[in-house]
Nanobody, 124 residues
Framework: QVQLVESGGGLVQTGGSLRLSCAAS????????MGWLRQAPGKEREIVAA????????YYADSVKGRFTISRDNAKNTAVLQMDSLKAEDTAVYYCAASRLSYTTTTLMDYPYWGQGTQVTVSS
């Protein structure tokens, strides 16, 4: 079993920043691609960012490119999503997710392990 715990969500003003952290269990963390997903009311689930097991490959959704940065520290079993220049449209529940694949994947079915989610609210 893989367990993921997110933290760092909250309320922030438009243009502000938040840093989401994900603590993962398991000795195989280094080989897992990691992703940050979000879901807002009335919207489909969206992969915001993903990073390969090695950390060399990264993906960003067009909507967040240039504003969000994903990183990981395999020694600490953590993944981080730094969110800058936040917009109201970024308001959503954000989930840390892990894939058994090692490469960066943008397919939701490849992420069987999810955290509990953390709410991010960006005020107008």
């Amino acid at each position: 079993q893989v367990q993921l715990v997110e933290s760092g969500g909250g309320l922030v003003q438009t243009g502000g920043s938040l840093r989401l952290s994900c603590a993962a269990s398991g000795r195989t963390f280094r080989s897992y691609a990691m992703g940050w997903l979000r879901q807002a009311p009335g919207k489909e689930r969206e992969i915001v960012a993903a990073i390969s097991g090695s950390g060399s490959g990264r993906y960003y959704a067009d909507s967040v490119k240039g504003r969000f940065t994903i990183s990981r520290d395999n020694a600490k079993n953590t993944a981080v999503l730094q969110m800058d220049s936040l917009k109201a449209e970024d308001t959503a529940v954000y989930y840390c997710a892990a894939s058994r694949l090692s490469y960066t994947t943008t397919t939701l079915m490849d992420y069987p392990y999810w955290g509990q989610g953390t709410q991010v609210t960006v005020s107008s």
